[in-house]
């Protein structure tokens, strides 16, 4: 009886788990189309006033952001395939998801505005994460690209 209930809950949480990575993959699918219509189309009807300095920052800042968040996306959709099919989370995705997504904070930021103390904070922040993917990186016996 007990083991019947555990084989039920089981299929139940990998059919969530399915329904979660095909929801990520289509959010993944049309946060691309909706970045390359966006930069495609920014670039197109902005040609000619773009080569301003001011512009040209703008609109690199905005092309950096979006990219990142579909990276995150896309690694997401990793962290989820890899525990359909090993039944674990892996702590270096989770790390590296973490990087890109400070990485994304740290390109919105307006340094001009900000707190000392935030940006030592953020610092530490994105040191700390990537000293502990280093380390178990270099923990599991592969080497770090």
């Known amino acids: 009886m007990n083991s019947k209930v555990l084989n039920i809950v089981e299929k139940i949480e990998r059919v969530i788990i399915l329904v979660l990575l095909f929801s990520l993959l289509l959010v993944v699918l049309y946060s691309t189309i909706v970045f390359l219509g966006l930069l495609f189309n920014g670039i197109l009807s902005d040609i000619h006033n773009s080569f301003s300095e001011n512009n ?44 890109i997504g400070i990485s994304r904070h740290v390109i919105d930021l307006d340094f001009k505005h900000l707190e000392p103390l935030t940006i030592i904070g953020i610092s530490a922040l994105i040191l700390v994460l990537s000293v502990g993917y280093y380390l178990i990186k270099k923990g599991m016996g592969i080497k770090s690209n």
């Not at 690199?60 to 952001?65: P, R, S, Y």
């Open 56 to 99: 040209i920052l703008i609109h690199l800042h905005k092309i950096f952001g979006g990219f990142m968040l579909v990276l995150i996306g896309i690694e997401l959709v990793h962290t989820v395939k890899m525990y359909l099919k090993e039944d674990v989370v892996h702590v270096e995705i989770v790390l590296l998801v973490a990087l």
